[in-house]
């Protein structure tokens, strides 16, 4: 939420500019950041840092040095730790700080356990080290460099462009001594660090626009080069709207880490937006490795590549020369402060990684069914019965519907934890109201507080001292949606548990467990701030400043949710969480959103990358603003951004507070018609998205996934990113672009067949097709040959009603013959199948003309109703002469069924067992 509203029109001349678009010159560019800078002229010349290898020490799997600047003499520490399952953690301070430096809390799962080295080669030049795998890490002293092996192969290397710069914390010079008036000499200057170091413009203050960056502790940005070798490709460090393929920013500004509230984003360029997460991983057709920058300053990264920077006529004469250069993907980290702390994960698979990331920074716990269906969201709806009107609309119209939202309106004068008197006098029963349809409620909730002493919440947090402090010590004032406001210092666990309380349900009133929370504007976003966000030199719990911990602080905010979430179910219920900032580890508390969009066909086309890169970095539980956040969609637009939406893994609707109304009906009768068929295309699948969060939970695997997952060695797919997987056995190709009458879509896997389930129509892996037949209702998916899904057909208001719906088994044979598939469920929205082991987890196969169901937690005590209706197998060459089922109980019986022998397809009708019971269906 951006325009000018309310109470806020004062500060109309500081953001009215930005009501058509993004204003650029609200937000820095390199050239107008000090540290960046230095960061990114810096010219090393001669190696500056030499490992002292005298120092080293090698204890099971912790190595530790100490390095040298051997242009100023200051002395650093090298921790080099390896750790079980393949990572390694890098790690680079000052011995010997003048204060401690911000070092990243709360994000690095407890426990991580190390693995002892084993030492192939130590002298005082160079040390060899290899893990179980036969994995190496190579260490040289002078230059100090790091080189990290697959076997044989060279991945990756820290510091071999000797970029290495971290700026140590000193005292600030003092100029020359002045005479005094009176003839005495002044006092002697406090002792200054021994340095060389030349003093550069804003290193000691900064100056940007209006607003002066005080930089008391001076000049303590760190820096290093990352190179990977044989690498062409580099994905992550969210949020941009881009590419999912990164781009090289030869030329171009770096991407920049910095959450920041932005109005109406550009596209295509690596510009701040709501979240940052410092993840990169690199892909080739033998491995894939990732990367955490564990820095929660605000951050730059350039991303150089010997291939994709060179000239045409490069590239032409490579291409006469026979040229076997070696790709490399150059990349160049550097934050504003804090310590270089790195983890690299090192595969060698996309799926070992993502197992190794989630093991580091946790996975995305399995979500509340309800949440991953369809949410109606708008700022904002008006009162109690513009809320019942939409209720009622969804059922007039038949289109399924979870979750309805309020917008910041729905509160009294912007003061959450409450509701406004005369629009919402009567919020529990309107609770009531949405439950008894199956449906629930998120309010919005933000982390700026009212500055009001008649607030009970702004006079609690005031009276503690929990608020965000400027530099000079008094509670930090800025200007939000309530006017002046203040901000909960939410990296203090103690605020943490006191923001909790508030979700309590006799300290909300009003909210029910059906009720759950939106935290919106928490990169945290300060309307008269610089960059519309905190300054600097905010001061937050133990002395540490606002840059240090600037991209951690909305996460601090969602955790504190959780936990109040956690604590008014008494641990009984998952909490549904949405948030706008993110950082590594977030998705352990909420689902994200890419921010405040536009109505526009671009914005539609960009969520597809987005929702990836949030994806492989550990955010998987994203999607976009249905629609577009800002001005007006049409009908088709309108249309085709529900049927690609329906295949993320968060589906919302939202709309600004001035644009027109548009809930599905708006639109006309067709409109309408195919916009419940691409909710119901949601809820249909809905128990096969819930499979996958929960594998999603245990592995760490996304719903929603690049085509090079699943097929990692077809590199013409690396940088398609108009098409994705939804897990392993489905391929979608949304229609982005306006007025499409034809489509072309290439089908990976040389030796797999696509199904199009629908159009009864098969398609060879490895080919391409343009498909001329395109309608407003087509939408492209494609079953993968060798899987099983599960679907739900048929039509409910929500969720909640479809507990005991029966089953429809899809099956798409490969060439072989065979295919499997998972299913798992269970309540839906209590933590029983991790505390009670109430769940069902089944595995269906079909081979040698038999499919069999098997529990794959035989322990388990869920009951279910739900049976299975129908299977339709296709693929099928021959009609069988009888279709035999046989039940746990040995008991068999004969089955209707029916065979199209032009399409291949064999419908059974009827099996009429319980999905969670063991049987088995024999084509004779």
Known sequence: MRLLHGTLLVLSSLIISQIESVDRNNFKSCAQSGFCKRQRDHNPGEPSYKADFATLSIENGHLSCQVLNLKNSVLFQLDLYLLKDNRLRFRFNELNPLKKRYEVEGVIVDGLEEEKFVVVRKDSEIVELKNSLNNKVVLYSNPLKAEFYIGDYLIASFNSKNLLKFEHLRYKPVPPEQPQENGEAQAEPPAQNETSDPEEPDMWEETYKSHTDS??????????????????????????????????????????????????????????????????????????????????????????????????????????????????????WFSESGIIDIYLMLGPKATDVFRQYGELTGNTPLPPLFSIAYHQCRWNYNDEDDVKNVNAGFEDHQIPMDVLWLDIEHTNDKRYFTWDPVKFPTPDQMMEHLSNYGRKLVTIVDPHIKSDSNYHVYSEAKEKGYFVKDKNGNDLDGWCWPGSSAWPDFLNEEVKSWWSTKFLLENYKGTTLDTYTWNDMNEPSMFNGPEITFPKDAVHLNGFEHRDVHNIYGQNQVKATFLGHMARSNGQRRPFILTRSTFAGSQRYGAVWTGDNTAEWEHLQISIPMCLTFSVTGMSFCGADVGGFFKNPDSELMIRWYQAAAYQPFFRSHAHIDTKRREPWIFGDEAVNLIRDAVHSRYSLIYYWYTLFYLNEKNGKPPMLPIWVEFPEESEFYDVDDQHMVGSAIMVKPITTKGATSI??????????????????????????????????????????????????????????????????????????????????????????????EFVFREFNFSGNKLVSKNLEPNSLFKTFAWLERVIIYGINNEPKKVTIEDSNSKSSQLQFSFDSKSKVLLIRKPDVNINSDWSILLD
């Open 215 to 332: 930089k008391p502790n001076g000049p303590q940005s760190v820096g290093m080069d990352i190179s990977f070798h044989d690498f062409e490709h580099v994905f992550g460090i969210p949020q941009h709207a881009d590419k999912f393929a990164l781009r090289s920013t030869a030329g171009t500004d770096p991407y920049r880490l910095y959450n920041l509230d932005v109005f109406e984003y550009e596209l295509n360029n690596g510009m701040a937006l709501y979240g940052s997460i410092p993840y990169m991983l690199a892909h080739n057709k033998k491995f894939t490795i990732g990367l955490l920058w564990l820095n929660a300053a605000e951050t730059w990264i350039d991303v150089k590549s010997n291939k994709a920077d060179k000239s045409i006529f490069s590239k032409v004469a490579d291409f006469i020369s026979k040229s076997n250069e070696i790709p490399q993907i150059d990349t160049h």
């Open 744 to 837: 072309d879509i290439k089908f990976p896997g040389k030796d797999e067949i696509w199904y199009d389930v629908k159009a009864l129509r098969t398609f060879q892996g490895g080919s391409s097709t343009t498909f001329t037949d395109i309608t407003l209702a087509t939408v492209p998916v494609f079953h993968r040959g060798g899987s099983i899904v599960p679907y739900k057909f048929r039509l409910r208001r929500s969720t909640t009603q479809m507990a005991d719906d029966p089953f429809t088994l899809i099956i798409c044979l490969n060439k072989q013959g065979s295919a499997s598939g998972l299913l798992y469920f269970d309540d839906g929205l209590s933590f029983n199948y991790n505390n009670s082991n």
